[in-house]
């Protein structure tokens, strides 16, 4: 005897399959959230140092890669006033920092898990469970039925917390395509005992240039930027990881004093070393500098070249186990943005990292995930009543 099918099955109970599991529930949906993992929410109590980073003080769809119009229309259904409503609503309140990230005012990623846990109190959590296969109908397992499905699997990124790209895998059963996946948000390699990488524990506000081949900038991005014993990290260098792996062959040079050029810069140093020198941290400037009171002309020039283009001759990046987010994944020109439902496989819904988009660093990519969960756990329960 086959036992009475769910409404809704969620696969994957991380910040998308969460949000879309309790929206679910909330509307009355008999739902069950499946996961791999024997202990939900590893990335949650991972994420912004542990203490994670809910979101961000102003989201817009140009802070996020992939397409835009798709993802602004998606971002409106739950905007960050109505994300921290929810979370005040679960007694979450949340404190904005300098750089605009917003973090639990107990500083603690449990506080986060326990509150979403505490609401998906009307949904059937099953841990240990990993989807193998899932078909039409909706069977996965071959033992568990439901009517229908939230694919929530993630992506490939930080594999031991569960998202082990195994997601794409389904989606592409269910007819649906995968564009190329690569790691975002990851720090990035330089040759083993470059010079650089003598300077570990160094940052400086840095604008970074992706170049293509001919020199012309393909992306810029400006943030603080940490040297450290295999290459380059800190914020910027995040950023703008994704726009250098996407553009290979391509190179990267830094700016060290942003907002300078070669003209100004070759202005101020004719006059004196000091000024420049007080603007760098000493271990970069005796770095690049040669050690002498009056530089030469080709000195000069050479100098003030490596300050405002230097070269990073970065290798590869770090992987996906260090990268905070997937690039690539679901296009979403197969997906309806106004309810997150599967135009290849009706009551199939998918949202979070499963799709084809990555966000900044800083709070983007969870704003994504509650506002594309949401959607999709809302219109997965609303589409069995026909509304």
């Not at 099918?5 to 969620?10: L, S, T």
């Not at 979403?116 to 909706?138: C, H, M, N, S, W």
Request: proline share 4%; hydrophobic share 45%.
């Amino acid at each position: 005897m086959t036992a009475e099918p769910y409404d809704v099955a969620v696969i994957g109970a991380g910040a998308a399959g969460l949000m879309a599991a309790i929206f679910a529930a909330r509307a009355g949906a008999r739902v069950v959230a499946l996961d791999g993992a024997k202990r939900l929410g590893a990335k949650i109590l991972i994420s912004g140092g542990g203490r994670c980073n809910v979101t961000h003080d102003v989201v817009h769809a140009s802070d996020f890669n992939g397409s835009r119009n798709a993802i602004a229309k998606i971002l409106r259904t739950f905007d960050v006033p109505a994300t921290l409503d929810f979370f005040s609503s679960l007694g979450v309140t949340l404190k904005r920092e300098e750089t605009g990230k917003l973090f639990p005012t107990t500083d603690k990623a449990r506080t986060v898990l326990d509150a979403l846990l505490r609401a998906a109190d009307g949904v059937e959590l099953r841990t240990g469970y990993k989807a193998i296969k899932v078909e039409r109908g909706f069977v996965i397992n071959d033992d568990l039925h439901a009517r229908s499905v939230i694919l929530a699997a993630g992506g490939r990124s930080v594999a031991k917390t569960g998202s082990d790209g195994s997601g794409y895998a389904l989606a592409q059963s269910l007819g649906h395509t995968v564009t190329p996946t690569f790691p975002a948000l990851v720090p990035l390699l330089l040759p083993k005992e470059h010079p650089l990488t003598t300077l570990a524990g160094v940052s400086v506000e840095a604008e970074l240039a992706v170049r293509s081949t001919s020199g012309r900038v393909l992306h810029r991005e400006r943030g603080s930027m940490l040297f450290t014993h295999f290459g380059i990290s800190g914020p910027v260098v995040l950023d703008i990881s994704r726009h250098w792996i996407a553009s290979q062959l391509a190179t990267l040079t830094a700016n060290l004093l942003p907002g300078e050029t070669f003209e100004s810069l070759e202005a101020e140093l004719i006059d004196s070393t000091r000024g420049v020198r007080q603007r760098l941290p000493s271990r970069l400037w005796e770095l690049l500098a040669p050690a002498k009171p009056k530089l030469t002309r080709d000195e000069r020039r050479r100098l003030i070249r490596d300050l405002v283009e230097l070269p990073l001759p970065v290798v590869r990046d770090r992987g996906f186990e260090y990268a905070e987010v997937t690039a690539g994944g679901v296009p979403l020109t197969e997906i309806d943005t106004a309810t997150m439902e599967s135009r290849r496989c009706p009551g199939l819904f998918l949202c979070g990292e499963i799709l084809d988009v990555d966000g900044k660093i800083g709070g983007y990519n969870f704003q994504w995930a509650w506002a594309s969960g949401r959607l999709a756990g809302i219109h997965a329960a609303r589409s069995l009543s026909g509304t």
